[in-house]
């Protein structure tokens, strides 16, 4: 009996003996089958995770932020020692210990998978194996994938320590609200740093990982408090807080940034506008799209936050006024539908959702509304952020719409979404009443830069960003007319005219493939005999015209180009009066090099770009066309109170003297020119104006010694705007209400004299040498090139002769006399025009 019990239990060892050999083989098989080519897990150690790329201001500020995933990579010795433990505590409290996986957690998930036969089949996965899961396998959940999981954990933890891997993890993993990573997701959450989370806070996003979209701090709000509470247990029982602390933290009521319990971090930000979309359009073209928006990129801006508000509050005015000049109530084009009207629950969150931009700031914040009742006299409305019992009333004056056509009932209906803002006094700033605004249809564009390091400090790409994105600043092709002039008169002057040569202002036919042109100038009139000085001040077509016949059409487009005005200008003589069409963007880094002495600029919207570990990976001041070097800055022997010496290697485009001789002349329209009377800010400031055919384009470009700013405005879809439209009355003020901002920051002096220049009087009505003691309004000291023998008296016609059919009008106002043949074949004086002091009565009262 004994002998066959041995053998019977002999029996059952040698069956369990072989079964769990083969159990063994059998795991050793699948697990050596499932081993076979699986993703390298070294790449891990080299992994870097897209992260957001952030734009500073010239302050070192946040500005905006561009990312695919709102990721904030931190290192693992920068992440407090709270968060950690609070994911441990909730993942995996054996994270320390175990090899990578965690055998009894498996063999719990799998009985109980067994008990609820399939219901419930939970991951059992430690920290190492989510992190192979997110990172080097796909997220199904079948045993394949678990076997290979299991696998790679195992081995990425003999070559990574713990706290890499807690690093991979706590960087990568996913966390709710376009969240990814403990840091982004404290800011979306709390708004704070890691370093500033309570316990209840750390346990919080602890709680994540298991479904984000099922602990919605608002929609799941208990279900999420109960997680929580969970979490912050587990980190007492593992000895990471004290029970003091846990009840403490137990009782702290759930906070976060989605109940409104936290201002949102984004509020910090200001809205996006032209200037970061700019920077974004730019860096993606030179660093690839994928670079941009993952790499983390530190991205210092040129701008000048102070000097952004002012060019966009001074376009927006111009074009404002313009639009309220037209009388028209062009409105949002958006509506809310009748049966949302009911209910201010209703019609507050339709109005949440209409498409109306909300970054507009012109005297005070515009605010999107709801037109809920139109009575005769007033008009009731809805007001977003303002309470129905607000002591300001939500009520529009009919006065409030005179300068539109009509009544309240012809231009509104209930339902109609609007803008309003306050009207404010302005003694003291208190409310008077809610007034309607709308986003002019005219548009325009508006940029300000350094004349001397290309820095762009402002730029503005039309009324407002979230209403149109399209940057017409940079975008946006336009002809620049008049504004282009200076560039066929430098081309001028370096190819040895000087600003006293006589060009003959007088009417021209030209033939072309579709007709007979007959160009004209703006007043109609002819002058004449006239300087080039003259020429540019007034803004002679004719003129310009016949020099760009004189010196060629290659010779002005081949500097055009060379300025960067055109990459292919067309050689026509309409496109030396501005028909070719360019960017604001490329006018304005073309006039910087005539304030600049006449030395190649190369605009930039950035300062410097540093890569995730802080590398620069450009920098404008080393650009090429852009170096500049301080000669002297490590010299430990400089004078106290003596600057450092900074020298560039820029190309020279023009001669100094000519930029000069054009800057001078320049500053001729902006004393008495075409641009006097409009601008004025006490330090020598010189500009063009420029009006194209029919007033489409309206422009004005200028400069003091160091910033260069200017504007254009016109329609989208080109069309007349109208008479009385021209650069000098709508641009004009433009310039000059951001450039006295500009001047008090920035300063201004007189423009550099080059060496080489002689100054010798002329009248600049005639182009006439004057003596040295010359004196008047007439009289202007003129820059030659030294050693040059200047050349008087000689008209350029350009290959058209004056004919004697027209009225020369003369520097005052009066025309001269001319001969002319009568119908019987004598000949006889006519003129001058009688003036209006010349005028007899003649007995007519």
């Not at 063999?107 to 899961?133: E, N, Y």
């Not at 005070?364 to 009731?380: C, I």
């Not at 030396?576 to 304005?588: H, N, P, Q």
């Not at 009248?763 to 004057?770: A, Q």
Request: aromatic share 10%; with cysteine; net charge negative.
């Amino acid at each position: 009996m004994l002998r066959f019990i041995f053998s019977f239990f002999g029996g059952i060892f040698s069956i369990l003996t072989l079964g769990l050999a083969m159990g063994a083989v059998t795991i050793g098989a699948v697990f050596w089958m499932y081993g076979q080519d699986l993703p390298s897990h070294e790449s891990l150690a080299q992994y870097t995770p897209p992260t957001i790329s952030r734009i500073y201001s010239q302050e070192g500020r946040v500005i905006d932020e561009f990312a695919q995933e709102r990721r904030i990579f931190t290192p693992a010795d920068q992440i407090p020692d709270l968060v950690k433990q609070a994911f441990i505590s909730a993942e995996d409290k054996n994270f320390y210990t175990h090899q990578g996986y965690d055998p009894r957690g498996i063999a719990v998930a799998a009985l109980d998978a067994v008990k609820s036969r399939g219901r419930d089949v939970r991951g059992a996965s430690t920290i190492t194996q989510q992190v192979m899961k997110n990172f080097l396998l796909s997220g199904d959940r079948r045993a394949e994938r678990k076997i290979k999981e299991i696998i790679l954990a195992s081995r990425v933890e003999s070559a990574l320590s713990k706290e890499k891997i807690l690093e991979l993890y706590l960087n990568e993993i996913f966390l709710g609200q376009n969240s990814y990573g403990v840091t982004a997701a404290a800011q979306t959450y709390f708004n704070k740093a890691l370093t500033e989370l309570a316990p209840n806070e750390a346990a919080f996003l602890a709680s994540m990982p298991k479904a984000p979209s099922d602990f919605h701090p608002v929609r799941a709000k208990e279900r999420l408090l109960a997680r929580r509470n969970y979490v912050l247990r587990e980190m007492e029982d593992n000895g990471y807080i004290d029970t003091a602390t846990m009840e403490r933290e137990l009782a702290a009521p759930l906070l976060s940034v989605q109940n409104g319990d936290y201002e949102p971090y984004q509020m910090a930000l200001p809205p996006r506008d032209y200037f970061t979309d700019e920077i974004r359009r730019q860096l993606t073209q030179n660093f690839g799209e994928g670079e941009f928006y993952s790499g983390g990129l530190s991205v210092r801006a040129t701008l000048d936050p102070e000097m952004q508000v002012e060019a966009a509050e001074s376009l927006r005015i111009a074009l404002e006024q313009y639009d309220r000049g037209l009388g028209r109530w062009t409105g949002t084009g958006e509506t809310i539908a009748e049966d949302q009207l009911g209910s201010e629950e209703a019609w507050r969150a339709a109005l949440a959702s209409a498409n109306v931009p909300r970054d507009i700031d012109l005297e005070s914040r515009w605010l999107p509304a709801v037109v809920l009742e139109v009575g005769d006299q007033s008009m009731q409305l809805g007001i977003e952020g303002v309470a129905s019992d607000d002591a300001r009333g939500s009520s529009v004056p009919r006065d409030d719409i005179s300068w539109v056509r009509g009544s309240f009932a012809d231009n509104f209906d209930r339902g109609d979404v609007v803008l309003v803002r306050e009207m404010t006094s302005d003694s003291d700033g208190s409310f008077i009443r809610w007034t309607l605004r709308q986003v002019p249809r005219v548009q325009g564009a508006f940029m300000a830069m350094d004349v001397n390091t290309g820095r762009v400090i402002a730029m503005q790409g039309g009324f407002s960003y979230q209403d149109s994105v399209f940057n017409r600043a940079t975008q946006a092709m336009r002809q620049p007319g008049s504004s282009f002039k200076p560039f066929v008169y430098a081309s001028a002057l370096d190819s040895g005219y000087s600003p006293s040569t006589i060009i003959i202002d007088a009417p021209i036919e030209i033939d072309t493939p579709q007709g007979v042109w007959r160009p004209k100038n703006s007043s109609n009139t002819y002058y004449g005999p006239t300087p080039l000085r003259t020429g540019i001040e007034q803004s002679r077509n004719l003129m310009t015209i016949r020099l760009a016949q004189e010196i060629g059409m290659d010779t002005v487009g081949r500097y055009a180009e060379r300025f960067g005005v055109y990459d292919h200008m067309g050689r026509v003589l309409a496109n030396s009066l501005g028909a070719d069409e360019t960017t604001l963007y490329k006018m304005i880094s073309a006039y910087a090099m005539f304030a600049n002495g006449g030395e190649r600029v190369e605009p930039t919207l950035v300062d410097r770009v540093q890569d995730r570990y802080g590398r620069t990976i450009y920098n404008h001041e080393s650009a090429a066309g852009n170096e500049r070097v301080c000669v002297d800055c490590a010299d430990p022997n400089l004078a106290p109170g003596q600057s450092p010496r900074i020298v560039n290697n820029r190309e020279r485009i023009m001669d100094a003297v000519t930029a000069y001789q054009l800057t001078s002349m320049m500053q001729g329209v902006v004393q008495r020119g075409t641009a006097s009377g409009v601008v004025d800010l006490g330090v020598p400031t010189a500009g063009k104006t420029g009006t194209t055919n029919d007033a489409k384009d309206v422009w004005f470009l200028g400069f003091t010694s160091n910033i260069v700013a200017g504007c254009y405005i016109g329609y989208d879809t080109p069309r007349p705007l109208g008479r009385g439209a021209y650069g000098g009355s709508m641009c004009g003020p433009v310039f000059q209400r951001f450039m006295t901002k500009a001047v008090q920051k920035y300063g201004g002096g007189p423009f550099k004299v080059p060496e080489a220049c002689e100054f010798i009087n002329i009248d600049r009505f005639t182009g006439s040498r004057l003596g040295p003691n010359a004196s008047g309004s007439n009289v202007v000291a003129e820059c030659f090139r030294r050693g040059e023998e200047p050349m008087f008296g000689v008209p350029l016609d350009g290959g058209w002769a004056m004919s004697g059919n027209f009225d020369v009008i003369q520097p005052d106002g009066s025309t001269r006399s001319r001969e002319v043949t009568t119908s019987t074949g004598r000949r006889a004086v006519v003129g001058p025009k009688a003036s209006f002091g010349t005028l007899s009565s003649g007995g007519l009262y």
